[in-house]
C-alpha cells in the first residue's frame, strides 16, 4: 500500500496521454463553410469559401474578401482586403483545436489580443 501513491501519477499521465483530440486539419484548408454565431443574443451564421490563401465571407447581404496566411497546418491569420475602419483592419489568428469528419473546433482572437479569445464551429459544407 505505501508504494501505490508511486503508481497514481504515473497511471495519471498514461490515461491522459491516451487521449487527443483529432487535429487533421489540412483537409479544411480549402472548401466552402457554415459558421454559426451569435450577437447579442441573436443566432446568425455566414458561409465562406476558402482556397487555402483567400477566403471570401458571405454574411447579412455582405461579401467580403480576406487574404490567409497559414502558421502552420492548424493556425492562420485572416486579414481583410477591402477594411473600412480602423478596427476592420486588425488581422485575426485563428486557430483549429480539433476536427471531426465535416467539421472543426477553433478559437480565434485579434492578433496579439491573448485574453479575449473566442470559440467557433465551422461546418464543410462542400
Given at each position: 500500500?505505501?508504494?501505490?501513491?508511486?503508481?497514481?501519477?504515473?497511471?495519471?499521465?498514461?490515461?491522459?496521454?491516451?487521449?487527443?483530440?483529432?487535429?487533421?486539419?489540412?483537409k479544411f484548408h480549402n472548401g466552402t463553410f457554415e459558421f454559426s454565431y451569435t450577437i447579442e443574443g441573436?443566432?446568425?451564421?455566414?458561409?465562406?469559401?476558402?482556397?487555402?490563401?483567400?477566403e471570401i465571407d458571405f454574411y447579412e447581404n455582405r461579401t467580403d474578401t480576406n487574404s490567409v496566411r497559414?502558421?502552420?497546418?492548424?493556425?492562420?491569420?485572416?486579414?481583410?482586403?477591402?477594411?473600412?475602419?480602423?478596427?476592420?483592419?486588425?488581422?485575426?489568428?485563428?486557430?483549429?483545436?480539433?476536427?471531426?469528419?465535416?467539421?472543426?473546433?477553433?478559437?480565434?482572437?485579434?492578433?496579439?489580443?491573448?485574453?479575449?479569445?473566442?470559440?467557433?464551429?465551422?461546418?464543410?459544407?462542400?
Amino acid at each position: 500500500m505505501k508504494y501505490l501513491w508511486l503508481l497514481l501519477p504515473a497511471v495519471s499521465l498514461l490515461l491522459t496521454g491516451c487521449y487527443q483530440n483529432e487535429r487533421n486539419c489540412t483537409k479544411f484548408h480549402n472548401g466552402t463553410f457554415e459558421f454559426s454565431y451569435t450577437i447579442e443574443g441573436e443566432k446568425r451564421s455566414s458561409t465562406f469559401v476558402r482556397n487555402d490563401s483567400m477566403e471570401i465571407d458571405f454574411y447579412e447581404n455582405r461579401t467580403d474578401t480576406n487574404s490567409v496566411r497559414w502558421l502552420n497546418d492548424c493556425e492562420f491569420i485572416v486579414k481583410k482586403l477591402n477594411a473600412n475602419s480602423i478596427r476592420e483592419e486588425k488581422p485575426i489568428h485563428i486557430k483549429i483545436l480539433s476536427t471531426s469528419d465535416n467539421s472543426y473546433i477553433f478559437e480565434y482572437s485579434l492578433v496579439g489580443d491573448n485574453k479575449n479569445k473566442q470559440k467557433g464551429k465551422a461546418t464543410k459544407i462542400n
